[in-house]
């Protein structure tokens, strides 16, 4: 259950893509919680998620 920081970085780049299971979320949720660095990654992937997606519905009209 116990996730290294690398690990966490892999299921949140892969949660992008796909749900994840309930024991992969609820480790993420548990390393997440106790670590300082992922939640900093974690703000980064939600950034770029929100900017693409803003990217993709700009028009130059």
């Given at each position: 259950?116990?996730?290294?920081?690398k690990?966490?970085?892999a299921l949140l780049i892969a949660r992008e893509d796909k749900p994840l299971p309930?024991?992969?979320r609820a480790a993420l949720q548990?390393?997440?919680a106790a670590c300082a660095a992922?939640?900093?990654?974690?703000r980064q992937v939600l950034?770029?998620?929100n900017a693409f997606r803003r990217w993709?519905?700009?028009?130059d009209d």
């Amino acid at each position: 259950m116990r996730r290294t920081c690398k690990e966490v970085a892999a299921l949140l780049i892969a949660r992008e893509d796909k749900p994840l299971p309930v024991l992969e979320r609820a480790a993420l949720q548990l390393h997440l919680a106790a670590c300082a660095a992922c939640p900093v990654f974690e703000r980064q992937v939600l950034t770029m998620r929100n900017a693409f997606r803003r990217w993709r519905s700009y028009t130059d009209d």
